[in-house]
């Protein structure tokens, strides 16, 4: 959030007592879920043609899945992907950059 704020954009961060999170959410441009909860986030929560950056990655029983459970994020996908512009999957959205992220910050601090 910080980043962003820096970088002059307009930043709101919601946490559990925040009033109105769908409120809040149907006004972003950009939402990044980072909530801990699986599928939080509801496609009428969102704003049309927005982008959303879904963070979070959790099991959720599914009976038909061969392994008895699937994985989703905090969006809830099937919904928001029919509002939004661009939606990161879960899994394989931001997981990846995460550990090419780690991966860059040990060799600088190896080279250093």
Known sequence: ALML???GATVQV???Q???????CRAADILIAAVGKPEFVQGDWLKEGCVVLDVGIHR???PSAKNGYRLVGDVDFAAAS???AA???VPGGVGPMTVTM???NTVDLAVA
């Open 5 to 7: 704020q820096r970088a």
């Open 14 to 16: 919601c946490h559990s």
């Open 18 to 24: 925040t009033r109105d999170i769908p409120g809040k």
């Open 102 to 104: 780690l991966l860059r």
């Open 82 to 84: 029919q509002i939004a």
């Open 60 to 62: 959720k029983e599914d």
């Open 87 to 89: 939606i990161s999957p």
